[in-house]
């Protein structure tokens, strides 16, 4: 299957890495993957702080960008699911609608491809470590992002999985929200991070690097020994 990547923001400038490790299990699956050098952002920082206008102009290029694209995957269900669900509002009553709604039929965050669409869910990692999957909120409420993380996490060789309480609760980043609301966004982070604590594990996986990067900080802020990790490196450990 013919493949292009969307490679949001944050990843791109401080975490090429799962980009990359993305690409490994792709083509372990047999996609041939591309990537487009003209994309940029998906508009969604713009449009969460109300600049509508610039968003559209943004969010435009992702069209243009994206528009021969047979499937677009991105190791990122905030980005996916902003497309999916904002796209359509956002263009609206103009000449772009059609395009808009379109393309969240052909945008997939990584997981939801490797299970729903490619139906390939072990990719022969190993990763000796027990672990907590930490629900985003654009994975869980905006792409419907359940189990798909945990079924590929299932068939990781060495690792164990552990829930710990309260795992649909949002971690507190948000965006900027965690900038506007500070103390209640880092409060939130510090709770996620008891609850993994009491799990007794070593690593908090998830699909969305903005969480992960949040509760990193808070991570190391507190002195916390736990660790946190994308699911795209778990997937592509061991080889």
């Known amino acids: 299957m013919n493949v292009q990547i969307f490679i949001p923001c944050f990843i791109d400038q401080l975490y090429p890495g799962v980009a990359f490790n993305m690409v490994k299990v792709l083509e372990k699956a047999g996609c041939t993957v591309s990537y487009n050098t003209n994309q940029t952002c998906c508009g969604q920082p713009a449009f ?8 559209k102009d943004v969010c435009s290029k ?3 960008d994206f528009e021969s694209a047979d499937c677009i995957v991105s190791p990122s269900a905030s ?31 990584f997981s939801e491809f ?43 060789k060495g690792l164990e999985i ?19 609301f500070d103390a209640i966004s880092t409060a939130m982070a510090d709770q996620k991070i008891t609850h993994a604590t009491e799990a007794d594990v ?31 490196d778990v997937l592509a450990s061991g080889w």
């Open 48 to 55: 969460n702080a109300g600049f509508w206008g610039e968003a």
């Open 62 to 64: 992702f069209l243009k």
């Open 79 to 109: 980005c996916v699911g902003f497309v999916r669900n904002y796209y359509p509002r956002l263009f609206d009553n103009s000449s772009g609608i059609a395009d808009a709604k379109e393309i969240g039929g052909r945008i997939f965050e």
């Open 114 to 156: 490797l299970v729903k669409v490619l139906k390939v869910d072990d990719f022969g990692a190993s990763f000796n470590a027990t672990a907590t999957y930490h629900d985003s909120c654009a994975g869980l409420r905006e792409c419907k992002i359940k189990q798909e993380p945990r079924q590929l996490l299932r068939n990781v």
């Open 162 to 180: 552990r829930e710990m309480n309260d795992v649909e609760t949002c971690c507190g980043f948000g965006g900027t929200f965690a900038v506007k």
């Open 202 to 232: 070593e690593y908090i996986i998830s699909t969305d690097i903005s969480c992960l990067m949040h509760i990193d900080g808070r991570i190391k802020h507190n002195g916390s020994p736990l660790k946190t990790m994308h699911l795209a």
